[in-house]
C-alpha cells in the first residue's frame, strides 16, 4: 500500500528555520516526483514544487522559488521542505504528494503538516 | 502566467447530477486533473487524465474535456459528495509550472 506520512504539526516564531518531511512507503520511491502544496487557512490549494528524488531534480513554482528548498534523501525514501527565515505569512497546511506517471497529477497524500508561525 | 478558472459554488439535491467546470486557455493542449477535499481531510484525486476514475472512486464520478473546459460530472449526488473539488493542469516539462483551480464548493442541499 502506497503511503505518504508526514511529520507533525509545528509551531515556530518569525525568523527561525524549519525543515518537514514526508516519508513514503509501499512503492519505489526513488521512481515518482514528489510535489509539495500550499493550503493556506480557508484557501484553495497551490502548487510549490517537485522534486524527483532519483537524481534530486528539482522544479519550483515562480511563486515559491527562493521562498523555500525542497529536497529528498532517497536512502530514507523522505522528502523535505524547509525555510531558512519564517514569516507569519508562510502559516498554513502543506501537503506532500507523489506525482503519478505521465500526466502530472497527483495520486496520493500525505495527510499534512500543520505550520504556525506567531511571535 | 496560466490559471484554471471554477465557479466558487455548485448546489444540487440528493440524487441529482452535479456539473463543476474548470476553464483554462491551455487545457485543449493539457490533461486535466480533479480532487475532492473534505473539511480537515487531504485532497483526494477522483478524476485524471481529463477522464479516467482511480479504483476505490465510485462510478458516478466522471470527467470530460471540450476545448477550454473541463467538467467533473456527479451523478446521483450523495450527501458524503459534499466537499470541495479542485481541477489540476499543468506540465512541469514546458516550463515550471502545476496550477489547481481555485476551487468549487459542492452543496447537497
Known amino acids: 500500500e502506497v503511503q505518504l506520512v508526514q511529520s507533525g504539526a509545528e509551531v515556530k516564531k518569525p525568523g527561525e528555520s524549519l525543515k518537514i518531511s514526508c516519508k513514503g512507503s509501499?512503492?519505489?520511491?526513488?521512481?515518482?516526483?514528489i510535489g509539495w502544496v500550499r493550503q493556506m487557512p480557508g484557501k484553495g490549494l497551490e502548487w510549490m514544487g517537485i522534486?524527483?528524488?532519483?537524481?534530486?531534480?528539482?522544479r519550483y513554482s515562480p511563486s515559491f522559488q527562493g521562498q523555500v528548498t525542497i529536497s529528498a534523501d532517497e536512502s530514507l525514501s523522505t522528502a523535505y521542505l524547509q525555510w531558512s527565515s519564517l514569516k507569519a505569512s508562510d502559516t498554513a497546511m502543506y501537503y506532500c504528494?507523489?506525482?503519478?506517471?505521465?500526466?502530472?497529477?497527483?495520486?496520493?497524500w500525505g495527510q499534512g503538516t500543520l505550520l504556525t508561525v506567531s511571535s | 502566467s496560466y490559471d484554471l478558472t471554477q465557479p466558487p459554488s455548485v448546489s444540487v439535491s440528493p440524487g441529482q447530477t452535479a456539473r463543476i467546470t474548470c476553464f483554462g486557455d491551455?487545457?485543449?493542449?493539457?490533461?486535466a486533473h480533479w480532487y475532492q477535499q473534505k473539511p480537515g481531510q487531504a485532497p483526494v484525486m477522483v478524476i485524471y487524465?481529463?477522464?479516467q476514475r482511480p479504483s476505490g472512486i465510485p462510478e458516478r464520478f466522471s470527467g470530460s474535456s471540450s476545448g477550454t473546459t473541463v467538467t467533473l460530472t456527479i451523478r446521483g449526488v450523495q450527501a458524503e459528495d459534499e466537499a470541495v473539488y479542485y481541477c489540476?493542469?499543468?506540465?512541469?516539462?514546458?516550463?515550471?509550472?502545476?496550477?489547481f483551480g481555485g476551487g468549487t464548493r459542492l452543496t447537497v442541499l
Open positions: 522534486i524527483y528524488p532519483g537524481d534530486s531534480d528539482t
Open positions: 489540476q493542469s499543468g506540465d512541469t516539462s514546458v516550463g515550471s509550472y502545476l496550477v
Open positions: 491551455a487545457l485543449p493542449k493539457q490533461l
Open positions: 509501499g512503492y519505489k520511491f526513488s521512481t515518482y516526483w
Open positions: 504528494a507523489r506525482q503519478g506517471y505521465s500526466a502530472y497529477h497527483f495520486d496520493y
Open positions: 487524465k481529463d477522464r
